[in-house]
């Protein structure tokens, strides 16, 4: 309607202004939804980029305090083997994954879970340290001594005379077992007896992390 009612009143150079103005309009708002779409765009791959860079530095944060948590550096010390001709320290970066097996020859469950320990051992030694700590205030010299026989230990036996290193660990139950990986870092902390087949694929896990 309101084109015949311009044409009949003779305003035909109005009417192609009004014609090239909409068409103004409508290249405008192209142009506009077009911004509006990469904008978008833009902050959904920001969103995702943060998001990847967040989780990858979460991933890479270690607390560099001292601590038997999973997540802490593993509290140093440095414990005397059972025959008492070597010395074995804990704390720091090291070449292996290590495992620390807090027993007593008295412990059930240690007795249970020697053998699994053993092929543990055998299984992974070059990839794997394994330090079995006597907590010696808890048992005798002898009766330690008469387990590593027992069970054909072949992994350090270090004796915890005094407790000290127990304690540290905030041991309160046998066997207290934890994983630690190449940057000295506690990654599991198992307390009790656990199935060897949980402990393995643990092992297994950091073994295919980058050193």
Not at 34 to 45: D, K, M, Q, R, Y
Not at 87 to 93: L, R
Not at 146 to 168: A, E, I, T
Request: net charge positive; hydrophobic share 40%; with cysteine.
């Amino acid at each position: 309607m309101l084109v015949v009612f311009l044409r009949k009143k003779g305003y035909d150079k109005k009417w192609r202004y009004v014609q090239k103005g909409y068409g103004f309009m409508k290249k405008s708002t192209g142009v506009l939804l077009l911004l509006v779409v990469l904008v978008a765009i833009t902050v959904v791959n920001n969103q995702r980029v943060s998001g990847e860079q967040l989780a990858s530095s979460r991933d890479a944060i270690v607390s560099t305090e001292e601590a038997p948590r999973e997540g802490f550096m593993a509290p140093s010390f440095t414990l005397q083997s059972i025959d008492g001709q070597t010395s074995y320290e804990v704390g720091g970066k090291r070449n292996k994954l290590l495992f620390l097996n807090f027993w007593a020859s008295w412990c059930g469950p240690c007795q249970a879970e020697a053998p699994d320990l053993v092929m543990l051992y055998g299984k992974y030694k070059d990839q794997l340290d394994m330090y079995s700590v006597n907590v010696t205030s808890n048992d005798t010299v002898d009766k330690a001594k008469q387990f590593v026989d027992q069970y054909s230990f072949v992994n350090p036996v270090l004796m915890d005379v005094k407790g000290d290193v127990f304690k540290k660990y905030n041991g309160m139950a046998f066997p207290t077992n934890l994983l630690i990986d190449r940057n000295g870092v506690v990654r599991h902390v198992f307390i009790g007896m656990r199935p060897i087949k949980d402990v393995e694929k643990a092992v297994n896990h950091l073994l295919k992390e980058a050193p």
